[in-house]
């Protein structure tokens, strides 16, 4: 099974939330292409959901309609459940696996360190595609936002953060990012952990990575990008709710056709289409 992905890169497609699915399903049906097309084998993870049987089905329905026939579904709901030697099989056998929205806290307990977190891993290094939305996307980090006040002004201590799976290592994902007013929080966790550069995804939006080290956007909205690792604040000092003090920060965003280097923090191309052009740039690194 593990030929079919071998010479691949590892890649993850992480999705801001409330993605296409009814329409051309564009971001799914990327997935789907990397996974395999018709011959993917497709793992559907629910666990984040409140409403596990109607998002099953939903997905089910997009999946089916792209051409994929051969779907799972694993959905452990305890730590004990999550090494269930069944359901880390269909792990092992998958091109590609599906993380749904839903409560990030609910990812966090029954995934992370445990032997079906361990087949995801083992998943993504043979080449399976890996994707998520919304609370599936927050999980692909080492940290994750469990917790946080909504808004435009950072604040401190208002965010939480969370063990996720560490599938992208020295970041930290935000999703519904302009809907849901998301920059104050994501400013605040950054702010306080520099070390961490944060990606903030718009609702049917993606980026995807390949190989830990870029990026590209795609989808009807932007990413942002934040790095914190020069800037002055506050933090250290100010007081529980306080907005903070940031300056010096470096923004980026992002829209599709645009490609990230992690490694550099830098834009590495561009591709920008409209009606009647094409527009392609590309940055020189010395």
């Excluded at 966090?108 to 290094?125: C, E, K, M, N, V």
């Amino acid at each position: 099974m593990a030929s079919s992905t071998a010479a691949r890169l590892p890649t993850l497609l992480i999705i801001g939330g409330a993605e296409d699915r009814v329409g051309r399903a564009a971001l799914l049906r990327r997935f789907v292409r990397r996974a395999g097309g018709r011959r993917a084998r497709i793992v559907i993870i629910p666990t984040a959901s409140g409403y596990q049987d109607e998002v099953v089905a939903a997905y089910r329905e997009v999946f089916t309609r792209l051409g994929v026939s051969h779907l799972r579904v694993v959905n452990p709901a305890s730590r004990e459940a999550a090494g269930d030697p069944e359901l880390v099989a269909h792990l092992d056998d998958a091109t590609g696996v599906f993380m749904t929205g839903g409560s990030q806290l609910r990812l966090s307990q029954f995934l992370p360190a445990t032997p079906a977190g361990d087949a995801i891993h083992r998943a993504h290094a043979r080449g399976a595609v890996i994707g998520g939305t919304s609370a599936g996307a927050s999980i692909m980090s080492e940290f994750m936002i469990s917790l946080g006040e909504e808004g435009l002004t950072p604040r401190q201590r208002t965010s939480q953060l969370s063990h996720g799976l560490g599938l992208l290592k020295g970041v930290v994902i935000d999703q519904h990012f302009a809907q849901r007013t998301r920059y104050g929080r994501l400013m605040s966790v950054v702010a306080v952990s520099p070390n961490l550069i944060g990606i903030g995804i718009d609702e049917d939006t993606a980026i995807e990575v390949e190989g830990g080290e870029r990026f590209t956007v795609h989808g009807s909205g932007g990413v942002f990008v934040l790095d914190c690792r020069d800037a002055v604040t506050d933090a250290p000092e100010a007081r529980r709710g306080a907005p903070l003090l940031v300056s010096g920060a470096v923004v980026h965003q992002l829209p599709a056709g645009a490609t990230f280097d992690l490694r550099t923090t830098t834009l590495d191309g561009f591709t920008e289409r409209h009606p009647d052009t094409l527009v392609s740039t590309e940055t020189t690194k010395a």
